[in-house]
């Protein structure tokens, strides 16, 4: 059975708390596991790669095929479908679109005390990408990563990805062919997160790590951060369906299985004004779990960590969605514009009844990877600027010095700071 909570009862504010407050890890100490994993790759590197290869990929990682080779490359793209190579290139351009309008624009201005000021905006020099691999291959999430970072300008692309078994999966290959990305190691997990991070055998550091993972893959993101800028914490997938009973209930059940199926971890969350179509969606999620070929992950997804709330009326469903601040969110409603304005936090958001999440994780332009549990709170989508930073320029002559500079050197001389007094003194006639 579903959680089911009423927005009527007595004690939903407390039960409410208590089911977006659970932990989604299955008890799991996924801190504690990450830190000894970064741990020994920056105690022992390459040989800490291997030994955690075997533990978790189960095949014996060594110098010799930890990168992936253009003679691979080229095999792989040869074994792909001609039709998903077409779909592939067509998200690809989609994606390209999309984010080439997200690039910033330099400043520079004089002010009225006759100060130049602006900014510039630069890549970063080294980014690493992951590519999550473990219980599905994503090709997608190639495209997802690589593309922004290109559209950026950085030099250097390392792409890192589970391969279970040590098989690397053709499309994934492809993609990243697609995506000029010339370096690909087939690790994954916190151990590819910190060897990313700090170097491990030929693989040297990089300057920001992005993309999205498991709950180990989040974690380590979270734990190198400060050693290398990270985009956000893109952990186990969600989704938050807002529905009337106008809708119908095997397109919803299907929807929050959608993102169900990526992990145990995930979450699935439906919120109704309608508690007869809340049963008929139910009973099309447990007919939809039964016939599904990740049966497993579903189940224990939407039985664990999923809810279905019926509230009283959906002008309720907007405080609900901001505090749980999905990473996506459906409004399977007639006027969804309506209700999107009420509402502030989520990483991507769909509107109407005929706009399935899933032509967010593929086709339809922005970005896949975002925010996850509650991070949507403070956290956006991964975009061109995860690649960027902006430096500030600053440019006086005499005269705007001896119009600005005795302000300086008082606000110094207040902080008992007096070389910064006579940096600025020494300069004015
Ligand atoms: N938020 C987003 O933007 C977004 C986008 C796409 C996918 N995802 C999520 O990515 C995830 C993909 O997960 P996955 O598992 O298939 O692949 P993954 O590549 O994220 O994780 C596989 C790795 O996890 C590590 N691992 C597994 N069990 C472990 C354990 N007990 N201890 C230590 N390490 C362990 C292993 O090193 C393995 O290589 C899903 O949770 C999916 O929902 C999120
Ligand atoms: N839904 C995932 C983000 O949470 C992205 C994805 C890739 N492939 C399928 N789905
Ligand atoms: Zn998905």
């Not at 975002?370 to 902006?390: E, I, Q, W």
């Amino acid at each position: 059975m579903v959680l089911r909570l009423d927005s009527s009862s007595a004690d939903f504010a407390s039960a409410f708390e208590q089911f977006i407050s659970k932990d989604r890890d299955g008890g799991a100490d996924v801190s504690a596991v990450v830190r000894e994993v970064i741990n020994k790759i920056r105690a022992d590197g390459m040989d800490a790669l291997a030994e955690l290869t075997q533990k978790f990929d189960g095949f014996a990682l060594c110098e010799a095929n930890l990168k992936i080779t253009d003679a691979e490359i080229e095999i792989a793209e040869k074994q792909c479908r001609a039709e998903d190579l077409k779909a592939l290139d067509f998200a690809a351009d989609r994606i390209r679109s999309y984010h080439l309008k997200q690039l910033p624009k330099d400043e520079r201005y004089t002010d009225d005390m006759g100060v130049t000021l602006g900014w510039r905006w630069n890549a970063v020099d080294a980014a690493g990408l992951y590519a999550p691999g473990g219980r599905a291959a994503y090709p997608s999430s190639v495209l997802m990563n690589a593309i922004p970072a290109q559209v950026a300008g950085v030099g250097r692309l390392a792409l890192v990805t589970p391969a279970p078994g040590g098989e690397m999966n053709p499309l994934v290959l492809a993609a990243a062919k697609r995506a000029g990305i010339t370096e690909i190691y087939r690790i994954g997990g916190a151990q590819a997160i910190a060897a990313l991070a700090y170097g491990a055998g030929p693989i040297a550091p990089v300057d920001v790590i992005v993309g999205p993972g498991n709950a180990y893959v989040a974690e380590a993101k979270r734990q190198v951060f400060g050693k290398v800028g990270i985009d956000s914490i893109a952990g186990p997938s969600e989704i938050l369906v807002v529905a009337d009973g106008q809708n119908e209930p095997a397109w919803i059940a299907a929807d929050l299985l959608s993102q169900a199926e990526h992990d145990p971890s995930s979450q699935s969350i439906l919120i109704t004004d309608d508690a007869q179509f809340a049963d008929r969606v139910s009973n099309a999620v447990d007919e939809q779990i039964a016939e599904s070929e990740r049966k497993e992950i579903t189940a224990a997804a939407w039985h664990d960590n999923s809810a279905i709330i019926v509230v009283g009326t959906l002008d309720e469903a907007p405080a609900i969605v901001d505090r749980i601040a999905p990473e996506h969110l459906e409004l399977a409603i007639e006027a969804p514009e309506e209700l999107l304005t009420k509402i502030r936090h989520a990483g991507a958001i769909f509107m109407g009844r005929y706009t399935p999440e899933a032509v967010g994780d593929y086709v339809a332009g922005p970005d896949h990877v975002l925010p996850t549990v509650h991070s949507a709170r403070y956290a956006s989508g991964l975009s061109v600027l995860d690649f960027m930073k902006r430096t500030s320029i600053i440019g006086c002559d005499a005269d705007a010095l001896a119009r600005i500079g005795p302000a300086a050197a008082t606000l110094a001389d207040a902080e008992g700071l007096p070389s910064h007094a006579n940096s600025v003194r020494v300069r004015l006639k």
